[in-house]
T-cell receptor, first 116, second 114 residues
Framework: AQSVSQHNHHVILSEAASLELGCNYS??????LFWYVQYPGQHLQLLLK??????LVKGIKGFEAEFIKSKFSFNLRKPSVQWSDTAEYFC??????????????FGTGTKLQVIP | DGGITQSPKYLFRKEGQNVTLSCEQN?????MYWYRQDPGQGLRLIYY???????QKGDIAEGYSVSREKKESFPLTVTSAQKNPTAFYLC?????????????FGPGTRLTVT
């Protein structure tokens, strides 16, 4: 079964700083990974997704993530954060055919606080 | 507007009472899910349903029950058997994207049991 883990629970950055949030996965066959974001008071929404192909995935709002198979990682990055990026970020393995619906897993989340 | 509706946003109950959380979607999605979100623990799957009149237990189903009588609706009952019911509950539905399912989430219901 594929599981994901996030080691940074709370990150504080100043505006314009670069961001990298860690996500590691345990191998379980075909690897498929998502990043979700939860802005304060808003719905959880999909930031980006990796199914196969190019390991560098571009998402919304200038975010990107790189799938590195040798490191079992799918870290989320943004070159320059803004105050509006303050949110909680979740790495997840999606439900699907190979994993089965019951295999969907979320990381514990990373709270990002951006200071103006 | 298409989306997922959860009501109410905040819910308060006394210990020992059952409570039902509503989840409705007008996205025409087949699959629906219930998650529980606790600080520092991420989202944990309670129940999921792939089609009407069928549902499966997730990782933490004990103390919860669901029904799926209509495609649009997937209510969750938190029973008195749930030992620690105070939490933020999220409902989701999904659409197939290739071989996998992209999930869409509702705004959540924060349940407080005293």
């Amino acid at each position: 079964a594929q599981s994901v883990s996030q080691h940074n629970h709370h990150v504080i950055l100043s505006e314009a700083a670069s961001l990298e949030l860690g996500c590691n996965y345990s191998y379980g066959g075909t690897v498929n990974l998502f990043w979700y974001v939860q802005y304060p008071g808003q719905h959880l929404q999909l930031l980006l997704k990796y199914f196969s192909g190019d390991p560098l995935v571009k998402g919304i709002k200038g975010f990107e993530a790189e799938f590195i198979k040798s490191k079992f990682s799918f870290n989320l990055r943004k070159p320059s954060v803004q105050w509006s990026d303050t949110a909680e970020y979740f790495c997840a393995s999606p439900p699907g055919e190979t994993g089965g619906y019951q295999k969907v897993t979320f990381g514990t989340g990373t709270k990002l606080q951006v200071i103006p | 507007d298409g989306g997922i509706t959860q009501s109410p946003k905040y819910l308060f109950r006394k210990e020992g009472q059952n409570v039902t959380l509503s989840c409705e979607q007008n996205l025409n999605h087949d699959a629906m899910y219930w998650y529980r979100q606790d600080p520092g623990q991420g989202l944990r799957l309670i129940y999921y349903s792939q089609i009407v009149n069928d549902f499966q237990k997730g990782d933490i189903a004990e103390g919860y029950s669901v029904s799926r009588e209509k495609k649009e609706s997937f209510p969750l009952t938190v029973t008195s058997a749930q030992k620690n019911p105070t939490a933020f509950y999220l409902c989701a539905s999904s659409i197939r994207t290739g071989r996998f399912h992209e999930q869409y989430f509702g705004p959540g219901t924060r349940l407080t049991v005293t």
